[in-house]
């Protein structure tokens, strides 16, 4: 099983500052299969970027996802103040699909 | 907009099986992948399985194969079946549908289900 580890734990930052967050898998994950949620309390967990840099219908172009292999990074520019959430990460690439333990981005 | 509505007892017994359903009000079900997850505090968003748009089912080894996901096209519908729940099988459990068709990637979620387990 690919064991996501995501950093930092917690992110404090203001409204219209740059969010970096990173999502590192324990193997090789191929074809970039990697998508990023993001989760609102009391929400279900919404789809933000998926192949690891495809955002998802809705997703504004201030989300970008990159990386490749064993590191990813979802870049979140000017945030709003709808963007304070938790943001997990998840492989698809293995057959046992599995999320990271998540970055919770809170107001600063 | 695609919209999935779970339903089924939030209230499990232990020992028992318990199961959840789900369904798709646009007919857009046929194709896709539809996936079970949870989510708890101590494990976090965990996946549970998939079954894809050929009929073919995927398990977390984890759950030592007490899960049984399902598919009903006529009614466009997905249930889940867990056997011999035990108080660590608690939690929130969400159904969903892949984004697009082919692909196992979560993009349309039902509410939630809040699941207690206790006799």
């Known amino acids: 099983e690919i064991v996501l580890t995501q950093s930092p734990g917690t992110m404090s930052l203001s409204p219209g500052g740059r969010a970096i967050l990173t999502c590192r898998a324990s193997?090789?994950?191929?074809?970039?299969?990697l998508a990023w949620y993001q989760q609102k309390p009391g929400q279900p967990p919404r789809l933000v970027i998926y192949?690891?840099?495809s955002r998802a219908t809705g997703i504004p172009d201030r989300f970008s996802g990159s990386g490749s292999g064993t590191d990813f990074t979802l870049i979140i520019d000017r945030l709003e103040p709808e963007d304070f959430a938790m943001y997990y990460c998840?492989?698809?690439?293995?057959?046992?699909?599995?999320f990271g333990q998540g970055t919770k981005l809170e107001i600063k | 907009q695609v919209q999935l509505e779970q339903w089924g007892a939030r209230l499990w017994k232990p020992s028992e099986t318990g199961s959840l359903t789900c369904g798709v009000s646009?007919?857009?079900?046929?194709?896709?992948?539809w996936t079970w997850i949870r989510q708890s505090p101590d494990k976090g968003l965990e996946w549970i399985g998939e079954?894809?748009?050929?009929?073919?089912?995927n398990y977390n080894p984890s759950l030592k194969s007490r899960a049984t996901i399902s598919t009903d096209t006529s009614k466009n519908q997905l249930s889940l079946r867990l056997a011999s729940v035990t108080a660590a099988d608690r939690g929130v459990y969400f159904c969903?549908?892949?984004?697009?068709?082919?692909?196992?990637?979560?993009?349309?979620w039902g509410q939630g289900a809040l699941v207690t387990v206790s006799s």
């Open positions: 193997q090789f994950v191929s074809s970039s299969y």
């Open positions: 192949g690891a840099s």
């Open positions: 998840q492989q698809y690439a293995d057959s046992i699909r599995t």
């Open positions: 969903a549908r892949g984004v697009v068709r082919g692909v196992p990637v979560s993009a349309f």
């Open positions: 646009d007919g857009s079900f046929s194709g896709y992948y």
């Open positions: 079954i894809n748009q050929s009929g073919k089912s």
